[in-house]
């Protein structure tokens, strides 16, 4: 699956654009800080300057509920 990055959830997650759907795309491996921890607004800068504007492709696997990891 493929599309164009759209935000930053936090430093380890992004939103992709596919045509008109919008898919919450955890990064696999990542460990970042929660929005409450310190440097978490450093991790998001990162990653959305990582990020802006990018083509992203990505393999379309397993649908889990965040709250299952």
């Known amino acids: 699956m493929a ?3 759209a935000r930053v959830n936090d430093g380890a997650a992004i939103t ?3 045509g008109q ?3 919450r795309v ?3 491996s990542i460990d970042a ?3 409450d921890q310190a440097y978490s ?3 998001r800068y990162f990653l959305n300057r990582l990020c802006y ?3 992203v492709s990505f393999p379309f ?3 889990i509920k965040l709250d299952e990891i």
Do not use: N, S
């Open 3 to 5: 599309g164009l990055y």
């Open 16 to 18: 992709v654009r596919t």
């Open 21 to 23: 759907q919008y898919i």
């Open 26 to 28: 955890r990064l696999v």
């Open 33 to 35: 800080p929660e929005f």
């Open 41 to 43: 607004q450093e991790a």
């Open 53 to 55: 504007w990018q083509k």
């Open 61 to 63: 696997g397993k649908r």
